[in-house]
């Protein structure tokens, strides 16, 4: 027996700390037991159906450390499976009281705890007991040696097996392989010779009987059709059984079927016979089945001769499954269809076969509908499935029949194209915490093979490549890391935010002044509240009704003239700050001066980093109050942040032509990146202005991280719009936003980047972040951005009316300052799950795709499907805008690539796959049914192949896009 560790688990221990010790048994009446000691720290993994040896153990102590003797203390299993022999057991003298678990038949884990019942302040004890499946088993025939049936038709029982430990119990979880080889082909005999006689009717005692026409000779138009079994592999249940069925080849002769067990598993191999009859006869028959088709968990009637009057005379066996009798004559049956609802199975065809007494009737292969949700979706329409039951299996149809006179054969219309059908599937995970990360077992079956039970291939999460990473990277980047590292720092020291006091406005600054300004940003990219921090001097160079701009004294040479200072603050005070402030409210003016400052300075070029540099931020301390001046602390019991500069303060790189300080940056660069950089963090100043002094939270009730830069991406869109002059809810292709170059600068200056962020995402799946990431100085970040903005846009089309209010409504988080998640399901009234997948269908149909283990596809491959109904309400044509992205990447999206959704094609064949998709994520599969495809069944299970629990919160979503 292989050995391991029981895991004692944090099963709270006594708050006592002894004071004495010792091993005698306390006797006295009235000598409390306070704890629970575990005894069997160190016992074997055991396999499944044995028991623990030795057993679970615990020690009964009084305060003073001294055993107990007679306390009952009682082992419950809560979680798994298996036996406790006894339930309660009394303590002994030495104050131990032990039970024996006996493992289940099944792999996988058990948790016991051991209380004292008559004292319920003893804190339990839980033990944890790891059940492996047997190395050897030994396997045994339980039923369906020895069958005869007509050459083609299916055999009527399953051939089923029991696997059992070498200790005689039952072996669950075990693998079991099964294979087969034809009769031996008969070779063509020298003219004379008689070929030996095929077993007929009457030879030995049949368990099947005849068609109703006899079988068909081979020719060169009906080929000969090997046999087939449903299962090529399968799990044994907790009983420790397994079987599969059998369907007969066109050749007669003797099958053998072949069983053993897989999965590093020991054991011998099995053999089943079975008889494929040429021309079997018999007395009943079996002719039609209402109306050919039979549907699981349902009705059917069977039309023969033979057939007895009283029900439970006839035996129905349907794919290996007995049915039902309900009702009988001599020629008619009804039957209850069974439901196969322990297996997800797809449509396909069934044996059906009557037994009465003795004799079989011939088999009929008819087509089963399985009872499951079956997809039937138009184009353009989706259905999303949600929670552990809905998720277990969903059925697709089998494609459109191939029939002479489709596309391409003779005869056919030119015109005339056979339909496929492509659908996009989406499994998501819609837990909203960082630990609720969920592995999956996607089950994809088709009738060729039902297994499902083989091991499982992993889905890989996407990689960037460095090439596109790199790209993505040059400009600017880590601002992200920046907040967040900072606003962490900010609520770990418990820093209060100053809040605005009501005193009158001061004068504003004029150009030529000069202002200094703390700056707390060092190479570990977060701000620190430590005074002295250094300090940047800086002239205003350009004074608006919104903004104050100011250079640093340090600035490299050849930056903006000062007419460009001054057309640079026009713009700002036209175009982007009453758009932003329109959607999110204005900043809340701490300074009192009226106006946010924007410090360009070589401070911030130094972040950087070649050419993934640091193009600009807002710092969420200098809200805090620096213990300076008279302002109030929102927060009377919170610290001081004496690098804080109270004041709404936007920091920015200086020109820097020459790259003396890392990346080249010319005045035209950085007249043009500042407008969308202002937009960006007006709205994080101002949604923690709206935020941190007033509530109670302080710094912690300031937007999680991820909606805050979807917001603030979205900021960025609206101020693009407004200076385009281009409405939302429009559907913008790229040839409006392009009609001009001065039009394309603005589309590339304001929102090529959410677009490009976007793409990011979309390449990066499997795996790619949406509401958390640990790089968020990195692509992580810009694919979460990407994400965040996508969703937002979504929301605000579909939101109807004035979108500025349902911004508006978002950054202020409500009376409780809702954050995250949350916020979203308060503002929308909708549930997450709703919301994450209607914006993963939106996505699906706004965007063409490339499939996982395929090279960048051309242009074409990557246009949206012709036919496709437009979302209703969109101000983007995303999927015209990918399109005209891809046509030259390089100059267009800024990538080396297409941007494409990335896909884990399907395909209709049997798999298994693995998967582990992260909070509030989902991955992409296509599938494409052909004509001619097979049904298939696709369920969606934990890692283990159990159904997902129900804490789990699994989704599906499929959308059909051809």
Known sequence: MRRGALAVLAGVLAGVFAIGCGDGGSTEIGSPPTALIPVSAAVDTIVTGE????????RVEDALGNAVEGAPVRFVIVRGEGELSPGVAVAGRDGVAESVYRAGPTPGEAEIQADIPSAADVPPLRFLVLAEAADTVLLSIVEGDGQQAEAGSQLPLPFSIRAETTSGAP????RIGFDWTPPEEVPDLPEGEETPELLEAGDTMAVAGPPDPAAPEESEESPARPGALTHDIVMTDADGRGGAVFTLGSRPGDYRIHVFAMGGVYSDTLSFSAMALASPGGAVQ??????????????????????????????????????TVVSATETELTVEVPAFARTCLPEREVGVRVLVGSDASNGLLLPMEPANLRVGLEVGESLTLRGPVEVECVQFAPGAPMEAGEAGEPGAPEDLEPETPEYRIVIGNTGRNASSGLPLRITVRTPADMSGDGPATAVERGMIDPGIAEAALAGTSRDIGIRARTLAQLVQARVSPLRPDGSAAVSAPV????????????????????DPASTVRGTVRAVGDGVVLVEDLAAPAGGPTEEEWLALARELDGTVLPAVTSYFGPPEDIDRNGRVVILFTPAVNRLGDGEAGVGGFSLPQDLAASGRGDGELSDPDGGICPASNEAEIVYSVSADPDATLGRAISAADLLRETPALVAHEIQHIVSAGRRAPTSSAGFGAIEEIWLDEALSSLAEEVAGLAALGLPVGDRLTFDRVSETPEALDTFNAYMLGNFRNLGLYMLGLPGAPTVSTDDLDGVGGLQMRGFGWFLLRRLADQAGGDERAFFRSVVGGGQNYGRGIANLERVTGREWASILADVSVALALGAGTLDEGTEDSPEEDLDAPEALPQLAAATWDAADVFRSLNQDADTRSGLPTAIALRTEPLGFETRVLSLDVG????????????????????????????????TAEPLITIVRTK
């Open 51 to 58: 028991a623990t040896d030795p057993p679970i153990a615990v």
């Open 171 to 174: 072996a669950g979880g075990v």
């Open 919 to 950: 909070p509030s994520s989902v991955q992409y599969f296509s599938l494409a049914s052909a004509p001619g495809a097979p049904g298939l069944s696709l369920s969606l299970e934990t890692a283990g192949g159990t159904p997902a629990g129900e």
């Open 511 to 530: 150009p030529g002044d000069t202002l200094e300004y703390f700056f707390s940003v060092g190479p570990e990219l977060a701000g620190t509240c430590v």
């Open 286 to 323: 079996l002719d039609s089945i209402g109306n050919g088709r039979l549907a699981a968990g349902t009705r059917a009637l069977l039309y023969g001769s033979g057939f007895r009057p009283v029900p439970d005379d006839n035996q129905v066996w349907i794919e290996g499954t007995a049915a």
